[in-house]
Protein backbone atom coordinates (compact mmCIF):
# COMPACT_ATOMS: atom_id res chain seq x y z
CA UNK A 1 0.00 0.00 0.00
CA UNK A 2 1.34 3.19 -1.35
CA UNK A 3 1.06 6.10 1.57
CA UNK A 4 0.70 10.09 0.73
CA UNK A 5 1.54 12.52 3.16
CA UNK A 6 0.58 15.86 1.95
CA UNK A 7 1.54 18.79 4.16
CA UNK A 8 0.48 17.43 7.02
CA UNK A 9 0.63 19.59 10.21
CA UNK A 10 -0.15 18.75 13.72
CA UNK A 11 -0.70 21.46 16.77
CA UNK A 12 -1.17 20.87 19.95
CA UNK A 13 -2.04 23.17 22.70
CA UNK A 14 0.81 23.39 25.67
CA UNK A 15 0.84 20.93 28.14
CA UNK A 16 1.55 23.85 30.33
CA UNK A 17 -2.44 24.59 31.00
CA UNK A 18 -1.48 28.15 32.07
CA UNK A 19 0.34 29.15 28.62
CA UNK A 20 -1.09 29.63 25.68
CA UNK A 21 1.34 28.67 23.06
CA UNK A 22 0.85 25.84 20.71
CA UNK A 23 3.31 23.56 20.12
CA UNK A 24 3.23 22.48 16.25
CA UNK A 25 4.78 18.95 16.65
CA UNK A 26 4.88 18.23 12.98
CA UNK A 27 5.12 21.30 10.12
CA UNK A 28 3.96 21.14 6.52
CA UNK A 29 5.76 17.42 6.43
CA UNK A 30 4.92 15.77 2.52
CA UNK A 31 6.37 12.32 1.70
CA UNK A 32 5.36 9.54 -0.41
CA UNK A 33 5.73 5.83 1.11
CA UNK A 34 6.51 3.82 -1.99
CA UNK A 35 4.18 0.23 -1.56
CA UNK A 36 5.76 -2.66 -0.05
CA UNK A 37 8.96 -0.52 1.93
CA UNK A 38 10.02 -0.36 4.79
CA UNK A 39 10.65 3.66 5.75
CA UNK A 40 12.51 4.17 9.23
CA UNK A 41 11.37 7.99 10.54
CA UNK A 42 14.28 9.53 12.63
CA UNK A 43 15.38 12.04 14.86
CA UNK A 44 16.07 13.65 18.09
CA UNK A 45 13.14 13.22 20.91
CA UNK A 46 10.47 15.18 20.20
CA UNK A 47 11.40 15.78 17.05
CA UNK A 48 7.30 14.53 15.97
CA UNK A 49 7.94 10.99 14.79
CA UNK A 50 5.71 9.44 17.43
CA UNK A 51 2.84 12.57 16.09
CA UNK A 52 3.69 11.62 12.63
CA UNK A 53 2.95 8.06 12.89
CA UNK A 54 -0.06 8.58 15.06
CA UNK A 55 -1.68 10.54 12.19
CA UNK A 56 -1.09 8.14 9.65
CA UNK A 57 -3.01 5.01 12.11
CA UNK A 58 -5.60 7.44 12.89
CA UNK A 59 -4.95 8.04 16.52
CA UNK A 60 -4.15 11.36 16.15
CA UNK A 61 -5.93 14.28 13.46
CA UNK A 62 -3.94 16.26 11.46
CA UNK A 63 -4.28 20.13 11.69
CA UNK A 64 -3.80 20.18 8.11
CA UNK A 65 -3.21 18.51 5.72
CA UNK A 66 -4.65 15.06 3.82
CA UNK A 67 -2.96 11.01 4.16
CA UNK A 68 -3.70 9.01 1.35
CA UNK A 69 -3.92 5.09 1.15
CA UNK A 70 -3.25 4.65 -2.55
CA UNK A 71 -5.65 6.36 -4.04
CA UNK A 72 -8.17 6.63 -1.15
CA UNK A 73 -8.23 9.77 1.62
CA UNK A 74 -8.19 7.95 5.03
CA UNK A 75 -7.85 11.84 6.54
CA UNK A 76 -10.83 11.34 7.96
CA UNK A 77 -11.08 7.58 8.51
CA UNK A 78 -11.42 5.96 12.29
CA UNK A 79 -7.95 4.11 13.26
CA UNK A 80 -9.90 0.51 13.19
CA UNK A 81 -10.70 1.15 9.77
CA UNK A 82 -7.78 2.00 7.88
CA UNK A 83 -6.31 -1.66 8.08
CA UNK A 84 -3.01 -0.82 10.05
CA UNK A 85 -0.86 -2.68 12.75
CA UNK A 86 0.50 -0.96 15.09
CA UNK A 87 3.49 -1.94 17.87
CA UNK A 88 4.51 0.22 20.29
CA UNK A 89 7.98 0.45 22.25
CA UNK A 90 5.98 -1.65 25.62
CA UNK A 91 4.45 -4.11 23.84
CA UNK A 92 1.61 -3.96 25.46
CA UNK A 93 0.31 -7.30 25.70
CA UNK A 94 -2.38 -8.32 27.88
CA UNK A 95 -0.60 -10.20 30.87
CA UNK A 96 -3.52 -12.65 31.94
CA UNK A 97 -3.75 -14.10 28.68
CA UNK A 98 -1.19 -16.66 26.73
CA UNK A 99 0.10 -16.30 23.46
CA UNK A 100 -2.15 -17.80 21.64
CA UNK A 101 -5.19 -15.74 23.27
CA UNK A 102 -3.12 -11.80 22.36
CA UNK A 103 -2.86 -12.92 19.30
CA UNK A 104 -5.86 -14.02 18.99
CA UNK A 105 -7.82 -11.09 20.61
CA UNK A 106 -8.11 -8.77 17.41
CA UNK A 107 -9.85 -11.52 15.16
CA UNK A 108 -12.38 -11.61 17.86
CA UNK A 109 -13.97 -8.55 17.78
CA UNK A 110 -14.52 -8.91 13.79
CA UNK A 111 -17.98 -7.88 12.41
CA UNK A 112 -20.32 -8.66 9.79
CA UNK A 113 -18.28 -9.74 6.96
CA UNK A 114 -15.22 -9.63 8.35
CA UNK A 115 -16.12 -12.23 10.94
CA UNK A 116 -13.98 -15.18 10.87
CA UNK A 117 -14.58 -18.94 11.91
CA UNK A 118 -12.79 -20.67 14.94
CA UNK A 119 -10.71 -22.77 13.13
CA UNK A 120 -9.86 -19.82 10.66
CA UNK A 121 -8.87 -17.62 13.48
CA UNK A 122 -6.41 -20.40 15.14
CA UNK A 123 -5.26 -20.84 11.62
CA UNK A 124 -4.68 -17.25 11.43
CA UNK A 125 -3.33 -16.85 14.81
CA UNK A 126 -1.07 -19.83 13.88
CA UNK A 127 0.49 -18.42 10.59
CA UNK A 128 1.40 -14.95 12.44
CA UNK A 129 2.86 -16.98 15.09
CA UNK A 130 5.28 -18.87 13.02
CA UNK A 131 5.97 -16.23 11.21
CA UNK A 132 7.84 -14.32 14.12
CA UNK A 133 9.06 -17.24 15.30
CA UNK A 134 7.38 -18.12 18.63
CA UNK A 135 5.18 -20.60 17.12
CA UNK A 136 5.97 -23.48 19.69
CA UNK A 137 5.42 -20.66 22.83
CA UNK A 138 1.64 -20.32 22.24
CA UNK A 139 0.44 -21.47 25.77
CA UNK A 140 2.95 -19.13 27.53
CA UNK A 141 1.73 -15.96 29.58
CA UNK A 142 3.52 -12.68 28.78
CA UNK A 143 5.65 -13.10 31.62
CA UNK A 144 7.02 -16.23 31.08
CA UNK A 145 8.96 -14.87 27.54
CA UNK A 146 12.24 -12.49 27.21
CA UNK A 147 11.57 -9.08 26.25
CA UNK A 148 12.73 -10.31 22.35
CA UNK A 149 10.03 -13.13 22.65
CA UNK A 150 7.52 -9.90 23.91
CA UNK A 151 7.86 -8.02 21.38
CA UNK A 152 7.71 -10.82 18.77
CA UNK A 153 3.88 -11.55 20.49
CA UNK A 154 3.02 -7.87 19.27
CA UNK A 155 4.26 -7.95 15.97
CA UNK A 156 2.22 -11.21 15.26
CA UNK A 157 -0.78 -9.61 17.05
CA UNK A 158 -0.51 -6.72 14.93
CA UNK A 159 0.10 -8.90 11.60
CA UNK A 160 -2.73 -11.11 12.26
CA UNK A 161 -5.21 -9.35 10.56
CA UNK A 162 -2.89 -8.88 7.73
CA UNK A 163 -2.82 -5.07 7.63
CA UNK A 164 -2.69 -3.07 4.41
CA UNK A 165 0.36 -0.88 6.76
CA UNK A 166 2.56 -2.09 9.80
CA UNK A 167 3.80 0.89 12.23
CA UNK A 168 6.27 0.46 14.47
CA UNK A 169 7.08 2.73 17.82
CA UNK A 170 10.39 2.46 18.63
CA UNK A 171 9.53 -1.54 18.74
CA UNK A 172 13.42 -1.78 19.83
CA UNK A 173 14.04 0.38 22.65
CA UNK A 174 13.00 -1.96 25.85
CA UNK A 175 15.73 -4.74 24.51
CA UNK A 176 19.04 -5.47 25.05
CA UNK A 177 21.92 -4.79 22.77
CA UNK A 178 22.07 -8.27 21.24
CA UNK A 179 18.13 -8.87 21.40
CA UNK A 180 17.83 -5.35 19.35
CA UNK A 181 20.06 -6.29 16.96
CA UNK A 182 18.94 -9.64 16.79
CA UNK A 183 15.32 -8.51 16.34
CA UNK A 184 15.55 -5.71 13.80
CA UNK A 185 17.12 -8.32 11.74
CA UNK A 186 13.80 -10.03 12.32
CA UNK A 187 11.47 -6.81 11.45
CA UNK A 188 13.36 -6.81 8.36
CA UNK A 189 12.67 -10.21 7.60
CA UNK A 190 9.11 -10.32 8.53
CA UNK A 191 8.80 -7.30 6.21
CA UNK A 192 10.23 -8.73 3.40
CA UNK A 193 8.49 -12.18 3.68
CA UNK A 194 4.62 -10.23 4.44
CA UNK A 195 5.79 -7.02 2.06
CA UNK A 196 3.42 -5.22 3.82
CA UNK A 197 4.38 -1.16 4.14
CA UNK A 198 6.10 -0.08 7.41
CA UNK A 199 7.18 2.83 8.94
CA UNK A 200 9.07 2.34 11.82
CA UNK A 201 10.20 5.72 14.00
CA UNK A 202 13.25 5.54 15.86
CA UNK A 203 15.53 7.57 17.59
CA UNK A 204 18.63 5.48 16.85
CA UNK A 205 20.06 6.40 13.20
CA UNK A 206 21.78 2.64 13.13
CA UNK A 207 18.91 1.41 13.55
CA UNK A 208 17.38 3.05 10.83
CA UNK A 209 19.69 2.90 8.32
CA UNK A 210 20.45 -0.95 9.27
CA UNK A 211 17.37 -2.01 7.93
CA UNK A 212 15.47 0.71 6.04
CA UNK A 213 14.89 1.09 2.25
CA UNK A 214 14.22 4.95 2.79
CA UNK A 215 15.05 6.81 6.02
CA UNK A 216 12.91 10.49 6.57
CA UNK A 217 15.43 12.48 9.16
CA UNK A 218 13.19 15.31 11.17
CA UNK A 219 13.97 18.01 13.23
CA UNK A 220 11.62 19.99 15.04
CA UNK A 221 8.54 18.98 13.49
CA UNK A 222 10.22 19.15 9.84
CA UNK A 223 11.71 16.85 7.55
CA UNK A 224 15.14 17.85 7.15
CA UNK A 225 16.10 14.78 4.20
CA UNK A 226 14.44 12.15 2.84
CA UNK A 227 16.35 9.17 0.58
CA UNK A 228 17.83 6.11 0.60
CA UNK A 229 20.00 5.35 4.12
CA UNK A 230 23.67 5.50 2.18
CA UNK A 231 22.66 8.18 0.14
CA UNK A 232 21.69 10.21 2.86
CA UNK A 233 24.62 9.65 4.46
CA UNK A 234 27.12 10.37 1.89
CA UNK A 235 24.78 13.61 0.59
CA UNK A 236 23.66 15.23 3.70
CA UNK A 237 21.82 18.27 2.43
CA UNK A 238 22.20 20.31 5.87
CA UNK A 239 24.59 20.18 8.88
CA UNK A 240 21.62 18.62 11.13
CA UNK A 241 21.53 15.15 9.07
CA UNK A 242 25.23 15.31 8.88
CA UNK A 243 26.12 15.11 12.28
CA UNK A 244 22.85 13.18 12.98
CA UNK A 245 24.13 10.14 10.65
CA UNK A 246 27.22 8.60 11.31
CA UNK A 247 28.86 6.34 14.29
CA UNK A 248 31.39 7.67 15.31
CA UNK A 249 29.94 11.39 14.56
CA UNK A 250 30.92 13.62 11.67
CA UNK A 251 33.91 15.93 13.18
CA UNK A 252 33.16 19.32 12.65
CA UNK A 253 35.36 22.64 12.51
CA UNK A 254 34.98 26.31 11.65
CA UNK A 255 36.74 26.76 8.25
CA UNK A 256 37.24 29.49 5.48
CA UNK A 257 36.62 29.48 2.13
CA UNK A 258 39.21 32.27 0.07
CA UNK A 259 40.19 31.91 -3.71
CA UNK A 260 38.44 28.70 -4.11
CA UNK A 261 40.64 26.77 -1.66
CA UNK A 262 39.22 25.27 1.75
CA UNK A 263 41.31 26.17 4.71
CA UNK A 264 40.91 24.79 8.55
CA UNK A 265 42.97 27.48 10.29
CA UNK A 266 46.00 28.20 7.87
CA UNK A 267 45.96 24.49 6.71
CA UNK A 268 44.62 24.18 2.60
CA UNK A 269 42.19 20.65 2.83
CA UNK A 270 40.31 20.82 -0.41
CA UNK A 271 40.39 22.99 -3.77
CA UNK A 272 36.10 23.82 -3.89
CA UNK A 273 36.31 25.90 -7.15
CA UNK A 274 33.42 27.98 -7.73
CA UNK A 275 32.34 28.39 -3.72
CA UNK A 276 32.15 32.04 -2.34
CA UNK A 277 34.76 33.12 -0.43
CA UNK A 278 33.35 33.15 3.10
CA UNK A 279 33.45 31.28 6.41
CA UNK A 280 31.71 28.38 6.79
CA UNK A 281 31.05 24.79 8.78
CA UNK A 282 33.28 21.86 7.80
CA UNK A 283 32.19 18.66 8.14
CA UNK A 284 34.85 15.75 7.96
CA UNK A 285 33.67 11.92 8.33
CA UNK A 286 36.05 9.89 10.73
CA UNK A 287 36.95 7.53 8.00
CA UNK A 288 37.79 10.41 5.49
CA UNK A 289 40.80 10.72 7.29
CA UNK A 290 44.37 9.60 5.95
CA UNK A 291 47.62 9.91 7.68
CA UNK A 292 50.37 11.23 5.50
CA UNK A 293 53.22 13.27 6.74
CA UNK A 294 52.70 15.68 3.70
CA UNK A 295 48.75 15.85 4.82
CA UNK A 296 47.04 18.81 4.19
CA UNK A 297 45.84 19.29 7.67
CA UNK A 298 47.46 19.01 11.11
CA UNK A 299 47.25 17.88 14.58
CA UNK A 300 48.21 17.05 17.47
CA UNK A 301 48.43 13.55 18.78
CA UNK A 302 45.29 12.65 21.84
CA UNK A 303 45.60 8.72 21.75
CA UNK A 304 45.07 5.99 19.29
CA UNK A 305 42.47 2.86 20.27
CA UNK A 306 43.38 -0.04 19.00
CA UNK A 307 39.86 -2.00 17.92
CA UNK A 308 40.83 -5.03 15.65
CA UNK A 309 40.28 -3.98 12.12
CA UNK A 310 40.31 -0.59 12.41
CA UNK A 311 42.13 1.88 14.85
CA UNK A 312 40.26 4.98 16.29
CA UNK A 313 43.29 7.98 16.46
CA UNK A 314 41.74 10.92 18.32
CA UNK A 315 43.95 14.83 17.61
CA UNK A 316 43.24 17.85 18.75
CA UNK A 317 42.97 20.95 16.41
CA UNK A 318 42.12 23.98 17.21
CA UNK A 319 39.46 24.87 14.79
CA UNK A 320 37.34 21.61 15.97
CA UNK A 321 34.37 22.26 16.92
CA UNK A 322 34.64 19.26 20.20
CA UNK A 323 37.70 19.24 22.41
CA UNK A 324 38.71 16.38 20.12
CA UNK A 325 38.86 14.83 16.08
CA UNK A 326 38.35 11.21 15.94
CA UNK A 327 39.56 9.65 12.66
CA UNK A 328 39.10 6.06 12.01
CA UNK A 329 41.94 4.26 9.54
CA UNK A 330 42.88 1.17 9.36
CA UNK A 331 45.19 -0.60 11.99
CA UNK A 332 47.70 -1.69 9.52
CA UNK A 333 48.51 2.41 9.09
CA UNK A 334 51.34 3.22 10.45
CA UNK A 335 51.12 6.80 12.25
CA UNK A 336 53.71 8.74 12.32
CA UNK A 337 53.31 11.56 14.38
CA UNK A 338 56.45 14.56 14.54
CA UNK A 339 58.04 16.51 17.56
CA UNK A 340 55.26 17.50 20.14
CA UNK A 341 52.96 14.63 18.98
CA UNK A 342 52.20 16.76 15.67
CA UNK A 343 50.56 14.71 12.90
CA UNK A 344 48.97 15.07 9.61
CA UNK A 345 46.52 13.73 7.67
CA UNK A 346 45.08 14.17 3.75
CA UNK A 347 41.44 14.18 3.40
CA UNK A 348 39.50 12.24 1.42
CA UNK A 349 37.27 14.59 -1.32
CA UNK A 350 34.22 12.94 -0.87
CA UNK A 351 34.03 12.61 2.72
CA UNK A 352 34.66 16.31 3.46
CA UNK A 353 31.44 18.91 3.24
CA UNK A 354 30.83 22.60 3.77
CA UNK A 355 28.00 24.18 5.35
CA UNK A 356 26.69 27.59 4.90
CA UNK A 357 27.78 29.20 8.75
CA UNK A 358 24.37 30.51 9.56
CA UNK A 359 21.61 28.45 8.16
CA UNK A 360 23.56 25.26 8.38
CA UNK A 361 22.55 24.05 4.61
CA UNK A 362 24.96 22.18 2.28
CA UNK A 363 27.68 24.10 0.22
CA UNK A 364 28.14 22.30 -2.80
CA UNK A 365 31.55 21.89 -4.44
P1 LIG B 1 10.09 10.91 21.33
O1 LIG B 1 11.18 10.19 20.60
O2 LIG B 1 10.58 11.56 22.58
O3 LIG B 1 8.83 10.13 21.48
P2 LIG B 1 9.00 12.24 19.02
O4 LIG B 1 9.95 12.64 17.97
O5 LIG B 1 8.19 11.01 18.80
O6 LIG B 1 9.73 12.18 20.42
P3 LIG B 1 6.48 13.55 19.42
O7 LIG B 1 6.07 12.65 20.53
O8 LIG B 1 5.82 13.39 18.11
O9 LIG B 1 8.05 13.51 19.22
O10 LIG B 1 6.29 15.05 19.93
C1 LIG B 1 6.60 16.20 19.13
C2 LIG B 1 6.32 17.47 19.95
O11 LIG B 1 4.94 17.59 20.20
C3 LIG B 1 7.00 17.48 21.31
O12 LIG B 1 7.41 18.81 21.58
C4 LIG B 1 5.91 17.05 22.25
O13 LIG B 1 6.11 17.57 23.54
C5 LIG B 1 4.68 17.64 21.59
N1 LIG B 1 3.46 16.85 21.85
C6 LIG B 1 3.24 15.56 21.46
N2 LIG B 1 2.02 15.14 21.86
C7 LIG B 1 1.45 16.21 22.53
C8 LIG B 1 0.20 16.43 23.18
N3 LIG B 1 -0.74 15.46 23.21
N4 LIG B 1 -0.01 17.63 23.76
C9 LIG B 1 0.92 18.60 23.70
N5 LIG B 1 2.12 18.48 23.10
C10 LIG B 1 2.39 17.29 22.52
Not at 51 to 60: A, K, N, R, S, W
Not at 135 to 140: I, K, N, P, T, V
Not at 256 to 264: D, N, S
Not at 338 to 349: E, L, S, T, V, Y
Amino acid sequence: MRIILQNLTKCFPSRNKKSNEIVTAVKDLSIEIPDGKLIGLLGPSGCGKSTTLYMICGLQKPTEGKIYFGDSDVTNLEPEHRGVGLVFQNYALYPHLTVKQNILFPLQNLKGAEKLSKDEMLNRAQHAADLVQIGELMDRKPNELSGGQQQRVAIARALVKTPRVLLLDEPLSNLDARLRLQTREEIKRIQRETGVTTVFVTHDQEEAMSISDMIVVMKNGVVQQVGEPQKVYDDPDNLFVAQFLGTPPINTFDGVVTGGKLYIGNDCIADVPGVEDQPVAVGIRPEGFIPADDGGLSGRLINVEVMGRDCSVVFANEKSRKPSVRAIIDSDLKIATGGDNAIRFNIKRNKVFIFNNETGERIRF
